[in-house]
């Protein structure tokens, strides 16, 4: 039995994924030709990872303990072997734009990059993304889910280009968005644009709500109607979670979410 509101749920499937890097020097520019729609990134500041390095970094904005708005970059660039992990937090009390452009130059570079947003005031969250596969052999995938209560407004905007010459890209793209109030609004649009013939990518976005049958089935089991909504929460933002590698990081930030659902999103 799922998460999700079988009756309330909208769906748009299509196809998707993402790549990164790291340096914080202004990045080169690769010409890929007319077919590529160049997004206006207000963050400027670049992180390029270099060929053959591994990359995984977690960023946390809002909540009690950061005093981040932004980014620390705008632009990712990946070299050609390159690994990234990149994890991506936005804790309730925070409005925020988050731009980031990602571009894979070299053959073999390997990307996940992944975010979790709870809101439970007025807060107003948009997230926009721009993967660009340049080069053969490359893989992306990227997860955001996202939680919506009180009267706030959450948006997500990802769209994937495949170049000509991007042969054998492997790419993926997931929107999840969970709305628990009825002041609350999701807004979600993946796009994909692919110029190559041999690849393999999907995208997909959800607008949801919390599944009323499996909350019947955990309160005929004893468990109370506001624990019931916190499981369920717990279980939609897991898969985000799960991609922190760091085991300790993991735990810690599991406690700081789980507080925030609590306090922010049920105020229980």
Known sequence: MGIYDDNALEKCLNEAEMSISE????APKHD?????????????????????ESYEKVI?????????TELPFGNVIVGAGAKVNL???VLPGVSVDLPLAIDLIGEGSDVN???LYLCGGDEKVQIRTEVRHRVPSCTSYQLFNGIAAGSSKVKFYGKIIVAPDAQKTEAYQTNHNLIVSSGAKAEAKPQLEI???DVKCSHGATVGQL??????????RGIPE???????????????LAKVEDESKREELQLTVETAIRKSLLGV
């Open 195 to 197: 110029y190559a013939d």
């Open 60 to 68: 946390v904005l809002g909540g009690e303990t950061s005093a981040l």
């Open 87 to 89: 994890v991506i937090l």
């Open 113 to 115: 990059v992944s975010g």
């Open 226 to 240: 506001d624990e019931a909504r916190v499981l369920q929460m717990i279980s939609f933002i897991a898969p985000v």
């Open 211 to 220: 599944n009323e049958d499996e909350q019947f089935y955990m309160r005929s």
């Open 23 to 26: 340096r914080l020097n202004p």
């Open 32 to 52: 890929v030709g007319h077919y590529v729609e160049l997004p206006l990134v207000r963050n400027e500041r670049t992180l390029e990872v270099a060929e053959g």
